[in-house]
């Protein structure tokens, strides 16, 4: 195995890094119990901004060949764990234990709640663009990644349309374009981790995505924190509540992600530019920056969960 596709398995290592971010959030609310539903989530969230990160992939290295399989995989995962979050969600309605969730149960939730019904949304999203993509695979000739792209845009802005922070004045659309724009910046990078392998493609890619990465970057930062602080109505509930601890910590992490980015485009972004960076160093790179970013995916999971 070469060190590239060793790198490339360090990719794994986000799952772990995402459950991370949940216990953490855990750690910071107890004594609530532990958010399992934000371990489901967190893997939701995950892999459906990586198949929006690679179905926006062309944007950033056209000459890219869309991983049809993959994707087709992602989505196929996405849908499952979005049918558990689902459980989850039904359970806490009804106030039993996922284990002891009844089939009636769960099909009145999916019926007859509001929530229920977005999630049939979320899943025909879903299972829509895992079959695309299994087609696109056998046709890849007659396929497009602008159909899953918008797709899984749609797919992702569902739940926070609907979410707590629809109750407020322009709530539905801050949730949305903060979870889009969270999901680009990390799914692109992710993308970029799986599909690059040369100097010369780190190259080309890398500063194309520094370039949207900065706005992106500036709108998951402004909007969260509109959104928090409008959900905590001051500053002392950051304290106080653990909803309050755990979107401090979620806010540490992101102002770590700042500086990191900051640091890389003064140095990995320009060296890889130049040519100056082994196709070696710049994935490892981007492996430790997703890392840190699947931290702050758990955390803001949890977040999500939690009254």
């Keep these: 195995m070469t060190a590239g596709g060793r790198d490339t398995r360090m990719l794994l290592l986000v799952v772990p890094a995402g459950l991370l971010g949940v216990l953490l959030a855990w750690a910071l609310d107890i004594p609530a119990p532990i958010p399992t539903e934000g371990g489901v989530r967190v893997i939701a969230d995950g892999t459906g901004a990586t198949v929006l990160g690679l179905a926006a992939l062309p944007r950033v290295h056209p000459r890219a060949q869309p991983p049809w399989r993959l994707l087709a995989v992602l989505a196929g995962i996405w849908c499952a764990a979005e049918l558990a979050v689902l459980a989850f969600e039904a359970a806490d309605i009804v106030g039993v234990p996922v284990t002891r969730l009844g089939g009636g149960q769960f099909g009145t939730f999916l019926v007859e709640i509001s929530g229920g019904q977005v999630g049939i949304a979320i899943l025909v999203g879903t299972l829509a663009i895992a079959c695309y993509c299994a087609l696109a695979f056998r046709r890849p000739d007659a396929a497009s990644t602008d159909l899953v792209l918008v797709f899984a845009a749609v797919t992702l802005a569902l739940r926070p349309i609907t979410g707590h922070m629809s109750q407020q004045p322009f709530g539905s659309v801050l949730g949305a374009v903060h979870a889009l724009a969270a999901a680009a910046w990390f799914g692109m990078l992710v993308a970029l981790a799986l599909v690059v392998r040369t100097r010369g ?52 992490v992101l102002v770590g992600l700042l500086v990191l980015g900051w640091w890389w485009r003064r140095s990995w972004v320009r060296r890889a530019a130049d040519h100056r960076m082994t196709a070696e160093a710049s994935l490892r790179r981007a492996v430790l920056e997703v890392g840190v970013m699947a931290l702050a995916f758990g955390l803001a999971a949890t977040l999500a969960v939690t009254a």
Excluded at 225 to 249: D, H, S
């Design 201 to 252: 493609e780190w190259a080309v890619t890398l500063p194309r995505y520094s370039a949207v990465a900065l706005p992106l970057i500036a709108t998951v930062a402004a909007t969260g924190v509109v959104n928090g602080l409008v959900r905590i109505g001051g500053p002392a509930p950051f304290v106080t509540t653990g909803y309050g601890r755990i979107l401090l910590a979620k806010t540490l």
